[in-house]
């Protein structure tokens, strides 16, 4: 079997995902001990985030990671099952991945919207044209 190389980015977006999903726990176990809360005060989204605010971004950030990156994993999943090797489908996965982990620092450090919203949709742009490029290979074959 040969190295298909758009695992890489691939492997990196679950990653990246399961970093951030240990930094939510970092900042959340220690919010949690510092300001007393009873677990049982968490049961919902909503009050989770009147309560934990200083871990909110690393919360939120989570949640975007299974938004527009659910689209990213299945552009992947099609090109592997259907042998699909395409050096511009490789480079814009990579964009995708290197501008979803900017955003995730962003997110979780500074939070500045104007500079998280900009990498977003630069990422959201890639990944639309890597769907158009995936459409093609597609629609013609």
């Given at each position: 079997m040969s190295f298909n190389p758009i695992l890489l980015p691939f492997l990196v977006m679950v990653f990246l995902t399961f970093l951030v999903w240990i930094y939510l726990f970092a900042v959340r176990i220690p919010e949690i001990k510092l300001k007393k809360i009873d677990p049982d005060d968490l049961k919902d989204r909503a009050a989770?985030?009147?309560l934990l605010t200083a871990s909110a971004a690393a919360s939120n950030n989570l949640k975007?990671?299974?938004e527009m990156p659910i689209l990213f994993y299945l552009a992947v999943m099609l090109m592997i099952l259907l042998l699909i090797q395409d050096a511009l489908l490789v480079q814009?996965?990579?964009g995708?991945?290197?501008l979803r982990v900017i955003h995730s620092v962003v997110h979780c450090t500074y939070n500045r919207v104007m500079h998280r919203f900009i990498v977003y949709f630069i990422s959201c742009l890639l990944l639309l044209l890597m769907w158009i490029r995936l459409a093609s290979?597609?629609?013609t074959n």
């Open positions: 989770a985030h009147r975007n990671l299974f814009l996965a990579w995708f991945v290197i290979y597609l629609l």
